[in-house]
């Protein structure tokens, strides 16, 4: 099926002339954030806003904030007709494409920065800058659109975790839902950076859901998380990653730290890896 052309607003006055016509005619608004390169996971938290709300727009901006200096930021996959060409089809009816000066004008000073708690392990060791950077674009996002909804992928669940947090302390008036990952045949969660991985990586690349499917039987059998997360680091190096961020199991809904014994129900496994060039994240609930 192919829709027509999907409209596309570059300024935060375009989206907010758009948005404020359906509201006039009470229609309810879902907003899905991405950064491009889009895949069947996006397209699948654009068929979930459509089961929420009647208007859907998504927001495509690769936002220079959340990459450090060494980072992907200019290497990142960027394709703005194909991806709108998805979007169309998937029947979303606004693709919000700013530049970085409608989004960080001359003199930008305000950060958003959800300071403790969420945002401090896992990704927040990894990557100091990267909550902060995502933090403040998904405020400045929401507050641009204000959609009733706004809709983020489990994939990145902590990243989640953190927008939930930061919508319910700046009482931002939005439900944040989250998507279930999308994966390809063997397990692999889908991703704009898979597109980085070469034929021989993408091979060994299935050595992480199988560890993850690996670690989510063990703890269910009743394994010792630290066990548990020594043989998945065990595993992922044996395949042919080069290092390893973090292998950490963590409460699915604080990210507390475990205490020794069986795990608890709502625990969750936590990968950062890198194989070659390419740094892949994943998790799965026990
Ligand atoms: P990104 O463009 O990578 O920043 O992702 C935009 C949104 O899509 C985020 O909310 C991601 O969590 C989500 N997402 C990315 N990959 C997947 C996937 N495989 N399945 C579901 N959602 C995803």
Redesign the pocket.
């Known amino acids: 099926m192919t829709n027509g052309p999907l409209p596309v607003a570059r300024t935060v006055a375009e989206l907010r002339a758009v948005v404020a016509g359906w509201r006039a005619a009470g229609e309810r608004v879902a907003m ?11 397209l ?2 654009i068929a979930l806003g459509r089961q929420k709300a009647d208007r859907t727009v998504a927001s495509i901006f690769v936002n220079p904030a959340q990459f450090a200096p060494h980072e992907d930021f200019d290497a990142y996959p960027r394709g703005e007709a194909e991806d709108a060409a998805k979007l169309a089809d998937a029947g979303c009816d606004l693709l919000f494409a700013p530049g970085a000066r409608e989004m960080y004008p001359d003199g930008f000073a305000t950060t958003v920065n959800v300071a403790t708690g969420v945002s401090e392990p896992l990704e927040g060791v990894s990557r100091p800058h990267f909550f902060g950077g995502v933090a403040t674009v998904v405020a400045k996002l929401l507050i641009q659109c204000g959609p009733d909804v706004a ?6 669940y902590q ?2 975790l953190v927008i939930r947090r930061m919508a319910r302390d700046l009482d931002l008036p939005v439900e944040v839902v989250g ?5 390809e045949a063997d397990g692999l ?4 950076r898979n597109a980085y991985l070469t034929a021989e990586e993408r091979k060994a690349a299935t050595a992480l859901p199988a560890a993850m499917r690996y670690a989510v039987a063990a703890l269910r059998d009743g394994g010792e998380a630290a066990d548990v997360e020594g043989a998945v680091r065990a595993s992922l190096i044996g395949a042919g990653f080069r290092q390893i961020d973090y292998v950490e199991i963590r409460d699915g809904a604080t990210l507390a730290r475990l205490g020794p014994g069986p795990v608890s129900p709502g625990a969750r496994v936590f990968v950062a890896a890198w194989l070659g060039k390419t740094r892949l994240i994943d998790n799965w609930a026990v």
């Open positions: 899905i954030p991405t950064m491009g390169a889009l895949h069947a996971g996006h699948s938290l809709i983020f992928g489990e994939k990145d990243q989640l998507g279930p990952t999308t994966r969660a889908l991703s704009s």
